[in-house]
């Protein structure tokens, strides 16, 4: 007998058959991909939406091919002390290395408690001779009291940081600096203005505002540049455009507690808002000389 060999007529409901399933795997694998781009899509602009409205307030600090961020209040004390190391002369390594000491034992926060009786940025304690309570809780005069021991150390500038910071603080852990010396250096480099445009914050809406006088004192005093009051405004010049950026990132890094609502260096501005885009600098309004640092408040 001749094998069964299927007619043409017989095959045709196998191979639509056939057809029908592979088109609705493909049509199965398309419809999951456009699921997959529908809910990314929608996952991404949830998140964008998240963050834009009820994220925490941040600043980032990008120098060196890395970007670090913190707190407003963390990112204030951090520019408090660098602009200290500037108006004092010191090179950036002291920043740098004082921002790491800070992140360490605080946190970069003006802290009221510690190991037996340390407080503040560098956890000082009054017991060793660094001051006063009150005096410790002062950031300016616990960096410069950090300075003043820091410049006591020969050759701090090239030992490694935790040597250097161990003879300052005298801790119990001091391999622990370490850890924070990139930190510090992207912080000081930005702070300090060798890194222009690289430090910005998200903020919400001003609530609080520092008068100006007040404000202008305050950049006089950490960063040593004398500053001058418009209405609203605060104006000051840097004997540099380094120096100039270091007053922007100043007020930029303060912007939380003191209501600043913009900052302009040069032809270049910072305006608060909510949305990532305030971690940037865009194109000012008006130009101005490259030197020149215009801080706004509320």
């Known amino acids: ?35 997959v781009a529908v809910v990314g899509g929608a996952g991404y602009i949830g998140y964008s939406t998240f963050t834009e409205n009820f994220g925490t307030p ?22 408090t002390i660098t602009a200290i190391a500037l108006k004092r002369g010191l090179p950036p390594r002291a920043a740098t290395i004082a921002n790491a000491t800070a992140i360490q034992e605080s946190k970069l926060r003006n802290i009221r408690f510690g190991d037996r009786d340390s407080l503040g940025l560098f956890q000082q304690r009054p017991s060793q001779g660094w001051g006063t309570a009150a005096q410790i809780l002062d ?23 935790t040597k250097v910071a161990q003879k300052v603080q005298r801790s119990a852990t001091p ?13 000081a480099s930005t702070l300090a203005g060798y890194s222009p445009e690289g430090f910005g914050c998200r903020l919400n809406s001003a609530t609080v505002s520092t008068p100006a ?22 104006r000051a010049k840097g004997r540099s455009p380094q120096e100039a950026w270091a007053a922007g990132s100043w007020a930029v890094a303060h912007a939380e507690a003191d209501g600043i609502t913009s900052v302009t260096v040069g032809d270049r501005m910072w305006t608060r808002a909510r949305g990532a ?11 101005e000389a490259q030197n020149s640092v215009t801080i706004t408040r509320m």
Not at 62 to 70: D, I, P, R, Y
Not at 139 to 161: C, H, M, W
Not at 277 to 287: E, G, I, L, V
Request: glycine share 6%; charged share 20%; aromatic share 8%.
């Open 58 to 79: 941040e600043c980032r600090a990008t120098a060196l091919g890395q970007s670090v961020t913190f707190s407003p209040e963390q990112s204030a004390n951090a520019a």
């Open 175 to 187: 391999l622990a600096y370490a850890d924070h010396e990139q930190e510090g250096r992207v912080l």
């Open 139 to 161: 950031p300016v005069y616990a960096t410069n009291r950090f300075y003043d021991a820091l410049v006591k150390i020969d050759g701090y500038q090239s030992l490694e940081i």
């Open 277 to 287: 885009a305030a971690w940037s600098w865009q194109a000012a309004k008006s130009t």
């Open 1 to 35: 007998m001749r094998p069964f060999m299927p007619t043409t007529e017989a095959l045709i409901p196998q191979m639509a058959v056939g057809y029908g399933r592979r088109r609705r795997r493909w049509v199965g694998r398309i419809l999951l991909l456009v699921l």
């Open 213 to 234: 006088d007040t404000l202008a004192a305050h950049l006089t005093t950490e960063l040593g540049l004398p500053a001058t009051v418009e209405g609203t405004k605060v």
